[in-house]
């Protein structure tokens, strides 16, 4: 490796991207931002976000062997919004994350509910990816980047999720004994100040993987500049019994747009991570990323990697533990 060289930890699959609007059985305009999932058969499912032709988002399953190629897309749409019921989804559903949480034996979705106070935090929970129980918005507008954690902490659930107030873009974490009421709010990981990839605004990426070090979490961080902004990825690892305590924080970004199909597109200059699978090894990791808003890739990578990484790349973070009111 040369000098100027930098360690590649996410690979790009030589497939992708590897789901497009032209792959769909009814006509769309974009595809991305997928939460995933490994279902009992060893399928890979990916919760696609769906871009309509008016420009309204909702939510389609496709399905795979491989995680790779030969997909199965739903016909239909496989979740869409209610706005009769749920106002607060007028607009559409974005965005999904997927935690399986094993004390419920089903899937908790974690999505962005858009209405006309802007987005907020919505869940549903599903067994089959077929019927879907709506739990409401729990986190009201200007919020997004929500995920769950897929255990419980001191006998309650606990969310990650980003509010948008004056304070900045930082990420949270919330607790909630039923997933109704949440309450507990603390800044999880503040966006950095000034000059960093990662300063003002940022966000999570897939929910949190389960280490025996502790929860490594992928996080998106927002460069704006003169014409735009830059999406890229970035790294932190929380204490394993008490996700409010970061133990260390990756300095540099480790993944940001490149490819052309990343580069161009709806929103350009766009990596955003939104799901993962993790392979039998325990390590091997499949990265789901939606590219510039238009497409659907993947890119692999190692888990034991990416902490190696931390420890040479990473400094100690912070630890919030007095809640601080969500202004």
């Given at each position: 490796?040369?000098?100027?060289?930098?360690?590649?930890?996410?690979?790009?699959?030589?497939?992708?991207?590897?789901?497009?609007?032209?792959?769909?059985?009814?006509?769309?305009?974009?595809?991305?931002?997928?939460?995933?999932?490994?279902l009992?058969?060893?399928?890979?499912?990916?919760?696609?976000?769906?871009?309509?032709?008016?420009?309204?988002?909702?939510?389609?399953?496709?399905?795979?062997?491989?995680?790779?190629?030969?997909?199965?897309i739903?016909?239909?749409?496989?979740?869409?919004?209610?706005?009769?019921?749920?106002?607060?989804?007028?607009?559409?559903?974005?965005?999904p994350?997927?935690?399986?949480?094993?004390?419920?034996?089903?899937?908790?979705?974690a999505?962005?509910?858009?209405?006309?106070?802007g987005?907020?935090?919505?869940?549903?929970?599903?067994?089959d990816?077929?019927?879907?129980?709506?739990?409401?918005?729990?986190?009201?507008?200007?919020?997004?980047?929500?995920?769950?954690?897929?255990?419980?902490?001191?006998?309650?659930?606990?969310?990650?999720?980003?509010?948008?107030?004056?304070?900045?873009?930082?990420?949270w974490l919330?607790?909630?004994?039923?997933?109704?009421?949440?309450?507990?709010?603390?800044?999880?990981?503040?966006?950095?100040?000034?000059?960093?990839?990662?300063?003002?605004?940022?966000?999570?990426?897939?929910?949190?993987?389960?280490?025996?070090?502790?929860?490594?979490v992928?996080?998106?961080?927002v460069?704006?500049?003169?014409?735009?902004?830059?999406?890229?990825?970035?790294?932190?690892?929380?204490?394993?019994?008490?996700?409010?305590?970061?133990?260390?924080?990756?300095?540099?970004?480790?993944?940001?747009?490149?490819?052309?199909?990343?580069?161009?597109?709806?929103?350009?200059?766009?990596?955003?991570?939104?799901?993962?699978?993790?392979?039998?090894?325990?390590?091997?990791?499949?990265?789901?990323?939606?590219?510039?808003?238009?497409?659907?890739?993947?890119a692999?990578?190692?888990?034991?990697?990416?902490?190696?990484w931390?420890?040479?790349?990473?400094?100690?973070?912070i630890?919030?533990?007095?809640p601080?009111?969500?202004?």
């Amino acid at each position: 490796m040369k000098p100027s060289d930098y360690e590649v930890l996410l690979n790009r699959h030589p497939k992708n991207p590897i789901l497009t609007a032209a792959d769909w059985p009814y006509p769309v305009h974009a595809v991305f931002n997928p939460g995933a999932t490994t279902l009992k058969d060893g399928t890979t499912l990916l919760l696609c976000r769906v871009e309509d032709r008016r420009g309204i988002s909702h939510l389609c399953a496709a399905r795979s062997k491989n995680g790779v190629d030969g997909w199965e897309i739903d016909p239909e749409p496989t979740f869409v919004s209610d706005p009769h019921n749920y106002p607060d989804e007028l607009w559409g559903i974005e965005d999904p994350r997927i935690t399986y949480v094993y004390e419920l034996e089903e899937y908790l979705i974690a999505y962005t509910a858009f209405g006309k106070a802007g987005p907020g935090v919505a869940i549903a929970s599903t067994k089959d990816f077929k019927t879907f129980e709506r739990f409401g918005l729990v986190m009201q507008a200007d919020d997004k980047d929500a995920a769950l954690f897929p255990r419980q902490f001191n006998g309650e659930f606990a969310l990650i999720h980003r509010p948008s107030n004056d304070s900045g873009a930082h990420m949270w974490l919330s607790f909630s004994p039923d997933l109704h009421n949440w309450g507990g709010h603390v800044i999880m990981l503040p966006a950095h100040r000034g000059a960093w990839w990662d300063a003002n605004k940022i966000g999570l990426s897939p929910p949190p993987i389960e280490t025996d070090r502790g929860w490594l979490v992928m996080y998106h961080g927002v460069r704006h500049h003169a014409s735009g902004s830059l999406y890229r990825v970035g790294l932190a690892l929380f204490d394993k019994d008490n996700p409010e305590i970061c133990l260390l924080r990756g300095q540099p970004w480790i993944f940001g747009p490149e490819a052309q199909y990343e580069v161009t597109g709806d929103v350009s200059h766009v990596v955003f991570p939104t799901g993962y699978t993790v392979g039998a090894d325990g390590d091997t990791i499949n990265i789901y990323y939606g590219a510039a808003d238009t497409s659907i890739c993947l890119a692999t990578g190692s888990i034991s990697q990416m902490l190696d990484w931390l420890d040479r790349n990473g400094t100690e973070g912070i630890s919030t533990q007095e809640p601080v009111p969500i202004a």
